[in-house]
């Protein structure tokens, strides 16, 4: 294992019938910040496939999730 990463484990979230981890949750098992973790997404988004390894929610969608 990573000795960078924490010894942490998010709760699992479910979305549509999916379990899902936040980009905060993410930026706290790895020990950064929300901030690097989109930047590094920015920086190689094509590299991952919509769906399979993230889900982008936005609108009345992200709404929804974040209650």
């Keep these: 294992m990573n000795e960078n990463l924490q010894?942490?484990?998010?709760?699992p979230i479910e979305w549509n019938g999916q379990i899902v981890i936040t980009t905060a949750q993410l930026a706290e098992v790895y020990g950064t910040t929300a901030k690097n973790i989109?930047?590094?997404?920015?920086?190689?988004?094509?590299?991952f496939q919509a769906g399979k390894h993230y889900v982008l929610l936005t609108g009345d969608e992200?709404?929804?999730f974040k209650h």
Excluded: G, M
């Design 38 to 47: 989109r930047k590094n997404f920015q920086q190689n988004k094509d590299r």
């Design 7 to 11: 010894k942490t484990t998010p709760a």
């Design 62 to 64: 992200l709404r929804e």
